[in-house]
């Protein structure tokens, strides 16, 4: 006879379910690649910040010349943050990683097509890409388990990266 405090496994818990013990397997390199992120996030931002000059001249704030230097900066921040929250699974992790996965990849691809001009070296570009892809991945697939994404969201993470892609790089 089973006491009332043994929690009874069935259909409803989500670790008996195929698609929660493939969760079950796939967090530690889900973990691991949080990792990764954090690690190339946090380089890439200390990099990139020494690279940004301020200047005192307002007159020159508004100028895509000068605000498309924060672009690599920006988007080293949205890896290291996606990083810590991929690193420590929490609930807002698809969101941000969404956000980073648009933003990369759509800086270079408007950069592949001749759409803009990227201020981010060649290098950069194809590691952010192709971190960009496994990022979108990984929230799209919901693999942490976690709140998914809605499709508000999801509008808000692609405008917000077509826009950081279109108006932070300046004119071809």
């Not at 000068?66 to 609930?91: D, I, K």
């Not at 892809?133 to 509008?155: D, F, H, M, Q, T």
Request: proline share 7%; aromatic share 12%; glycine share 8%.
């Amino acid at each position: 006879m089973s006491s009332p405090n043994q929690i009874k496994k069935g259909p409803s818990d989500p670790v008996s379910t195929p698609r929660g013990k493939l969760r079950r397997r796939i967090r530690p390199l889900v973990k691991a690649t949080g990792i990764v992120f954090l690690a190339t996030g946090l380089m890439a931002t200390i990099s990139f910040a020494w690279r940004v000059e301020f200047n005192p001249d307002p007159t020159v704030w508004f100028t895509p010349a000068y605000y498309s230097q924060f672009l690599p900066l920006a988007v080293s921040c949205m890896l290291l943050v996606s990083g810590l929250l991929l690193t420590f699974e929490r609930s807002k992790a698809n969101f941000y990683l969404a956000v980073f996965g648009h933003t990369s990849s759509e800086e270079a691809a408007f950069h592949w097509i001749g759409l803009t001009r990227s201020s981010l070296p060649t290098w950069v570009m194809w590691v952010f890409f192709i971190l960009s892809l496994v990022a979108l991945c990984i929230a799209y697939g919901n693999l942490l388990g976690k709140k998914r994404l809605s499709v508000p969201e999801a509008l808000f993470g692609l405008a917000l990266g077509t826009s950081l892609a279109l108006f932070g790089s300046g004119s071809p």
